[in-house]
């Protein structure tokens, strides 16, 4: 089983970052469930705006698209700007669109069977309201979500503050990154043995 990481934040590698940092501890725990895990931080391809599965010349949304069909998990992580995922995750989300009109060979969407969970993090509040977009989209593409599927960390409200800079993950933080984890992989393998009926 394999869980791939599309890290929203807006800062190029290598610089530090709070999506890059709990997407790898979440692939941590998701490996503890021998589930192999991949992370790719969008910011560094050139993934053109639209809503086509390719975009033509230059655009690498392709082959991160490859990636999201090869995974059984897709783990979306992003921060919040102004109450709103980033632009990055936006960005993806509208590539993803591509995929209502891909089915399988049975007319399934291509993304049915697939698993989608979240992770946000912020010095603002809105973590709920992304999430709430986020697994919207990703439930409209084809995904699936488990209970409690999303996790996030906001910092005290107009303190600054940031993920990556705490000493170390607040409890009820890791207690709900766990939970992810545990319930992403047991609807990962539910739908691996049971498909969703063809259209």
Same mark, same amino acid.
């Given at each position: 089983m394999r869980v791939l990481a599309l890290v929203c934040t807006l800062k190029?590698?290598?610089?530090? +970052?709070?999506? @890059?940092?709990?997407?790898?501890?979440?692939? !941590?725990?998701?490996?503890?469930?021998?589930?192999?895990? #991949?992370?790719?931080?969008?910011? !560094?391809h050139d993934v053109r705006p639209g809503v086509e599965a390719d975009m033509g010349e230059g655009d690498q949304w392709p082959d991160i698209r490859r990636k999201v069909h090869d995974a059984d998990i897709l783990l979306i992580t992003t921060p919040t700007w102004v109450g709103h995922p980033s632009s990055v995750a936006q960005r993806v989300l509208e590539r993803l669109d591509a995929e209502l009109s891909e089915t399988d060979d049975e007319g399934r969407p291509g993304l049915f069977g697939k698993v989608?969970?979240?992770a946000v993090v912020g010095n603002e509040d809105g973590a709920h309201k992304i999430i709430a977009d986020l697994f919207q989209a990703l439930n409209d593409t084809g995904f699936?979500?488990?209970? /409690?599927?999303?996790? =996030?960390?906001?910092?005290?409200?107009?303190?600054?503050? @940031? =993920?990556? @800079?705490? @000493?170390?993950?607040? #409890?009820?933080?890791? +207690?709900?990154?766990?939970?992810?984890?545990?319930? &992403?992989?047991?609807? &990962?393998?539910?739908? +691996?043995? &049971? /498909? =969703?009926?063809? +259209?």
């Open positions: 190029p590698s290598p610089a530090r +970052s709070s999506s @890059d940092l709990i997407a790898r501890q979440l692939l !941590d725990q998701f490996a503890e469930r021998k589930v192999t895990g #991949e992370v790719v931080r969008v910011v !560094d989608a969970v979240a699936s979500i488990p209970a /409690q599927g999303a996790t =996030y960390w906001n910092g005290e409200a107009m303190q600054g503050g @940031d =993920y990556q @800079d705490l @000493d170390e993950t607040p #409890e009820p933080v890791a +207690s709900t990154n766990a939970t992810l984890v545990r319930n &992403a992989v047991h609807l &990962a393998e539910v739908l +691996s043995r &049971a /498909q =969703y009926p063809a +259209s």
